[in-house]
C-alpha cells in the first residue's frame, strides 16, 4: 500500500505531461517552413546561441533562447505583434520544443506548436537541415516575406 501511495503522485505527474503534449500541435520543419513563410505561424528557434552559431538558423524563423532568462518575455513580444497567429517552436531535435510547448500549453497558451524532428533531426525524421530547408547566418536578416519583428 505504501508503494502505491509513492507511486500515484509520480503517475499523476506523468498523466498531466502526457496530456499536455497530447494537446499540442505537431508539424514537420517542411511544413512549418510553408506555413511561417506564408505567414501562417510565427516559427521561433529556441536554441542557444552557439547552436544558432554552429549550424545557422531557419531563413523564416525568430530567434528566441530558451534559456534567457527574458525568454517568456520575448514571446509574449511576439504573441503580441500576432495575438492570432500560432507560435511553432524549433530546436535541435524537438526534444526541447516538445517539452516547452507542453508547458506553456498547461501555463494557458495553447496556440502553439511542436515542430517535431527539429533543426538536426531525431528518430522522427531528419531533421530541417537534412531536408535541404534554407537557412541563414545567425545575424543575418530574416527572410523579408516574415513580418513578426525580432524582439
Given at each position: 500500500?505504501?508503494?502505491?501511495?509513492?507511486?500515484?503522485?509520480?503517475?499523476?505527474?506523468?498523466?498531466?505531461?502526457?496530456?499536455?503534449?497530447?494537446?499540442?500541435?505537431?508539424?514537420?520543419?517542411?511544413?512549418?517552413?510553408?506555413?511561417?513563410?506564408?505567414?501562417?505561424?510565427?516559427?521561433?528557434?529556441?536554441r542557444?546561441?552557439?547552436?544558432?552559431?554552429?549550424?545557422?538558423i531557419?531563413?523564416?524563423?525568430?530567434?528566441?533562447?530558451?534559456?534567457?532568462?527574458?525568454?517568456?518575455?520575448?514571446?509574449?513580444?511576439?504573441?503580441?505583434?500576432?495575438?492570432?497567429?500560432?507560435?511553432?517552436?524549433?530546436?535541435?531535435?524537438?526534444?526541447?520544443?516538445?517539452?516547452?510547448?507542453?508547458?506553456?500549453?498547461?501555463?494557458?497558451?495553447?496556440n502553439?506548436?511542436?515542430?517535431?524532428?527539429?533543426?538536426?533531426?531525431?528518430?522522427?525524421?531528419?531533421?530541417?537541415?537534412?531536408?535541404?530547408?534554407?537557412?541563414?547566418?545567425?545575424?543575418?536578416?530574416?527572410?523579408?516575406?516574415?513580418?513578426?519583428?525580432?524582439?
Amino acid at each position: 500500500m505504501r508503494i502505491l501511495a509513492k507511486i500515484t503522485p509520480l503517475f499523476a505527474l506523468v498523466f498531466m505531461a502526457f496530456s499536455a503534449q497530447a494537446q499540442v500541435t505537431q508539424m514537420t520543419p517542411d511544413q512549418a517552413y510553408a506555413k511561417a513563410l506564408a505567414g501562417e505561424i510565427v516559427l521561433i528557434d529556441i536554441r542557444t546561441p552557439e547552436e544558432w552559431a554552429e549550424t545557422g538558423i531557419s531563413d523564416v524563423a525568430l530567434q528566441n533562447n530558451l534559456y534567457a532568462p527574458d525568454f517568456v518575455q520575448k514571446l509574449l513580444a511576439i504573441r503580441d505583434q500576432n495575438p492570432a497567429t500560432p507560435l511553432a517552436l524549433i530546436c535541435r531535435s524537438g526534444s526541447r520544443s516538445g517539452n516547452a510547448t507542453g508547458q506553456l500549453y498547461q501555463a494557458g497558451l495553447t496556440n502553439v506548436i511542436d515542430v517535431v524532428e527539429g533543426m538536426g533531426g531525431s528518430g522522427v525524421g531528419p531533421g530541417y537541415i537534412a531536408r535541404g530547408l534554407p537557412l541563414r547566418a545567425d545575424g543575418a536578416p530574416v527572410n523579408p516575406a516574415v513580418t513578426t519583428v525580432q524582439p
